[in-house]
C-alpha cells in the first residue's frame, strides 16, 4: 500500500472529550507535529462543545461515516463498538487511523505497535505502509514491552510473569471521578479520623459505581470480565499482545492485574526468564540507554519508580532491578509509567511521528 503522510496533515480525533482525548491535544501543543487543521468528534451528547486548541476555540462535532471526507489522520479514542463502526469509514477515504481500543488489536492485518519495539511492523520491506489501521496495545502492556524489548533483544526471553498495579484512569474520566468520590465517601465514615485530606465542605457528589467496589484505600483484583480459565479479560490482552507484539507466539507469561487507588499511573512487578544469562550490570547500561525509559534506582535512598513520579511524564520508571531468586537466568524489577501518556496517547501520537519522519 502506498503512502505518504503530507508534510500537515490534517487531523481529527475521535473522542476527544475523554480523558484520553484531551491527552492527544495536549500534546499537539506541546510537540512539534505540523497540522493543517483540527477536527474534534464526540458523541451527540458532547456535540456543539467548545475546546481549545493551538489558541483557538474549536466546536466539538458528532461523529458519524462523513467525519473523515477531510481529515487524513485520525486518533480513536471512543471505545471498541465506535472503533468497530467508524474505522472502515475513515480507511476507505485514504485516512490513516490509529486506534486504542482493543477492537483491533489481534487482527493479523493489523498492525500492534509500540514504536520503540516494533515500527518496523507499520511497513512492508519496500516502506510501503501495511494498513491505514494501526493498533495502539493495551497501557498496560505498553509499558511493559518498552522495558523488555532490549532485554529481549540483548538476552531473549523465555518466560515472563507480571502483576500490574493500575490506576484508575484506565477506565477513562469516570475511574478517576469515582475513585475521587470513594475516597471522600471513605474518609466521611465514624471509623476513619484523619478526614482533613479530602473533607470538602459542599458534600459528595453522586457517582456512578464504576469498580463493581469501592476502590478508595482497597486493591481489586480484577480488571474486566472474568474467562472460564479464571483469567480476566485483561490479563488475557497482556498475554496475547506481547506475543503479537515481539512475535513470540509461544512466550510463556502469566499476568496478574489489579486496580489500585492512584489516579492516572500504572505500576508493574515482573519477574522474567532469559535464554542467556543476564550481567546486572550489564542491563542497567542497557536499560538507561534504551528510548522511553529512565532508571530510577537507589533503594538505597528510596528511589525507586512509583505512580507519584511517573504520572505526566514520558519515559517508564524502571527500579528495583535484581538477579532473579527462581529462575537460574533472570531478573526481577519494578516499572511504573503513565496510563493516559505513554499507556494511551503518547504511543498514538509517536506511531505519526514515526511514520512523518519516515515519510
Known amino acids: ?30 510537540r512539534a507535529l505540523p497540522c493543517a487543521s483540527m477536527k474534534l468528534l464526540a458523541s451527540s451528547r458532547s456535540a456543539g462543545k467548545g475546546m481549545r486548541f493551538r489558541g483557538a476555540e474549536l466546536t466539538v462535532e458528532e461523529l458519524t461515516e462523513d467525519s473523515f471526507a477531510d481529515v487524513d489522520v485520525a486518533f480513536f479514542s471512543c471505545g471498541g463498538d465506535q472503533s468497530r463502526r467508524f474505522a472502515e469509514a475513515a480507511t476507505s477515504r485514504g485516512c490513516l487511523v490509529v486506534d486504542n481500543s482493543s477492537a483491533f488489536r489481534m487482527d493479523p492485518q493489523v498492525p500492534l505497535i509500540v514504536p520503540e519495539v ?5 511497513v512492508h520491506e519496500d516502506g510501503s505502509l501495511r494498513s491505514l489501521l494501526i493498533a495502539n496495545p493495551n497501557c498496560s502492556t505498553i509499558i511493559l514491552c518498552v522495558a523488555l524489548a532490549p532485554i529481549q533483544e540483548t538476552y531473549g526471553l523465555e ?18 471521578r469515582a475513585l475521587i468520590h470513594d475516597s471522600r465517601e471513605a474518609l466521611a465514615q465514624p471509623q476513619i479520623h484523619d478526614r482533613g485530606l479530602l473533607d ?8 456512578a459505581p464504576v469498580f463493581g467496589h469501592p476502590l478508595a484505600f482497597n486493591l481489586i483484583p ?32 502469566e499476568a496478574t492485574c489489579v486496580r489500585v487507588p492512584v489516579l492516572r499511573s500504572h505500576a508493574e512487578s515482573v519477574s522474567i526468564e532469559t535464554s542467556r544469562a543476564v550481567d546486572l550490570a550489564e542491563v542497567q547500561c542497557l536499560l538507561a ?14 528511589r525507586y519508580p512509583m505512580p507519584s513520579l511517573s504520572s505526566g511524564i514520558d519515559p517508564v520508571l ?7 531468586g527462581v529462575f537460574s537466568r533472570g531478573l526481577s524489577f519494578f516499572l511504573s509509567g503513565d496510563q493516559l501518556l505513554k499507556g494511551a496517547a ?11 519522519r519516515g515519510s
Open 346 to 356: 503518547l504511543n498514538g501520537f509517536q506511531i505519526v511521528e514515526t511514520l512523518a
Open 159 to 176: 518466560r515472563v510473569l507480571v502483576s500490574t498495579y493500575q490506576a484508575a484512569s484506565g477506565t477513562g474520566e469516570k475511574g478517576m
Open 289 to 302: 540507554s534504551s528510548p522511553g525509559l529512565q532508571i530510577v534506582d537507589d533503594p538505597g535512598e528510596r
Open 1 to 30: 500500500m502506498s503512502y505518504h503522510l503530507p508534510k500537515e496533515p490534517r487531523y481529527a480525533v475521535a473522542g476527544a472529550t475523554g480523558a484520553v482525548g484531551r491527552e492527544f491535544l495536549a500534546l499537539f501543543e506541546e
Open 318 to 324: 524502571v527500579g528495583r532491578l535484581r538477579l532473579s
Open 118 to 122: 516494533n515500527a518496523r511492523d507499520m
Open 222 to 253: 480484577q480488571i474486566d470480565v472474568f474467562g472460564q480459565d479464571g483469567r480476566t479479560r485483561e490479563e488475557q490482552k497482556m498475554v496475547q499482545e506481547t506475543r503479537k507484539i515481539f512475535a513470540l507466539p509461544d512466550l510463556l507469561m
Open 200 to 207: 470538602f465542605s459542599e458534600g459528595l457528589d453522586e457517582c
